[in-house]
């Protein structure tokens, strides 16, 4: 009796082009899966440090320059962020 095929890589490459091959996906950053938590946690304070300035300002900026548009002074406008809401907005 002969022996019964053992492989063969007939209609694969068909198969596999049927829905398309595609590349593999790629993220915006790596994920913190697996990593040792403490590193992860002060990665996380860090970002928010960070970014925390960066939106603070943007604050400012926007209603400094909508309180000037609609008032036409500046007075107003710097009045609304005195230090007291500097603190609220917890600047670092």
Same mark, same amino acid.
């Given at each position: 009796m002969?022996?019964?095929k053992?492989h063969?890589?007939?209609n694969?490459?068909?198969?596999?082009?049927r829905?398309g091959?595609?590349?593999p996906k790629?993220?915006? &950053?790596?994920s913190?899966?697996?990593v040792d938590?403490?590193?992860r946690?002060?990665?996380?304070?860090? /970002?928010?440090?960070? #970014?925390?300035?960066?939106?603070?300002f943007l604050?400012?900026?926007s209603h400094?320059s909508?309180?000037? &548009?609609?008032c036409g002074?500046?007075?107003?406008s710097?009045?609304?962020?005195t230090p007291?809401?500097? /603190?609220f907005l917890? #600047?670092?």
């Amino acid at each position: 009796m002969a022996k019964s095929k053992n492989h063969t890589n007939h209609n694969q490459n068909s198969k596999a082009h049927r829905n398309g091959i595609k590349r593999p996906k790629t993220n915006r &950053s790596r994920s913190m899966k697996g990593v040792d938590p403490k590193f992860r946690k002060n990665a996380l304070y860090a /970002l928010v440090g960070s #970014v925390r300035p960066l939106l603070v300002f943007l604050i400012l900026r926007s209603h400094l320059s909508s309180a000037e &548009s609609t008032c036409g002074t500046q007075s107003r406008s710097v009045m609304m962020f005195t230090p007291s809401f500097l /603190l609220f907005l917890r #600047v670092p």
